[in-house]
């Protein structure tokens, strides 16, 4: 036998070792572990690329979020400017701001970096004039 006989043998004895191995509770699967590490090498430059879409995403989803947040504001901004003008609005027209009111301060409360203090004064003088239109019954 040739050197070559023996390194196709023992190459061929290490392949059915390798596919027999497993010892009990803990399973070796070379195989797998084999075909995982092919499948990152190939799959590199998709899984670079699946970080970065992922990354943007979320940015995506952060700057959306913040978004409707500064609407939410905007919102309980203008709805206090009419009160402060003396309009008038209905019951559904404050139940929906209160929503929002509560929407606004959750956000807030998720995300201290927020700047906040631009709504408090607004959002306290809708509750009161809400509570003062329930015990007159003077809503719209």
Same mark, same amino acid.
């Given at each position: 036998m040739s050197l070559l006989d023996y390194i196709a043998g023992g190459g061929l004895g290490l392949a059915a070792l390798l596919t027999l191995v497993q010892l009990a509770p803990i399973k070796i699967d070379p195989w797998s572990w084999i075909a995982r590490?092919?499948?990152?090498?190939?799959?590199?430059?998709?899984? +670079?690329?699946?970080? +970065?879409?992922? +990354? +943007?995403?979320?940015?995506?989803?952060?700057?959306?979020?913040?978004?409707?947040?500064?609407?939410?504001?905007?919102?309980?901004?203008?709805?206090?400017?009419?009160?402060?003008?003396?309009?008038?609005h209905t019951k559904e027209h404050f139940d929906q701001i209160l929503l929002d009111i509560t929407a606004y301060n959750q956000y807030c409360a998720d995300h201290e970096d927020f700047k906040n203090e631009m709504a408090v004064a607004a959002c306290e003088n809708i509750k009161e004039t809400y509570m003062r239109c329930i015990k007159e019954h003077s809503f719209l």
């Open positions: 590490g092919i499948g990152r090498a190939l799959n590199k430059e998709v899984l +670079a690329e699946h970080r +970065a879409l992922s +990354a +943007a995403f979320r940015e995506h989803v952060r700057k959306s979020e913040e978004r409707d947040a500064i609407n939410l504001r905007t919102r309980i901004l203008r709805f206090n400017d009419e009160l402060l003008h003396d309009v008038r």
